[in-house]
């Protein structure tokens, strides 16, 4: 059985950090691509950063140059380094994964975290 935890989330001011961490059980990270979504209230659920077995790693446009997303193979678990922290970055912040490569849509990911609130006030 597949699950992933996240952690990390809280209320930090604009401008600050903080580093989300998912922690999967039950599958192997080289066999698959893990993404990190958010979704804000009334809004959609979006990508902000997926990262392949490999290595290979790619961004939203909101959040490129501010948001770094890494993996530690060893321990099954990838985090989300978030810098410069803007008002607009609140959200429940979800960690995904799937077979293969990065999928740019919510609905090609088989596996979920229950998610973590980020709240970044002013």
Sequence with gaps: QVQLVESGGGLVQAGGSLRLSCAASGLTFRNYAMGWFRQAPGKERELVAAITSGGYTD????????????????????????????????????????????????????????????????
């Design 59 to 122: 961004y939203g446009d909101s959040v490129k140059g501010r948001f770094t997303i890494s993996s530690d193979n060893a321990k099954n678990t990838v985090y989300l380094q978030m810098n410069s922290l803007k008002l607009e970055d609140t959200a429940v912040y979800y960690c995904a994964g799937r077979r293969g490569r990065i999928s740019y849509d919510e609905r090609g990911y088989d596996y979920w975290g229950q998610g973590t609130q980020v709240t970044v006030s002013s």
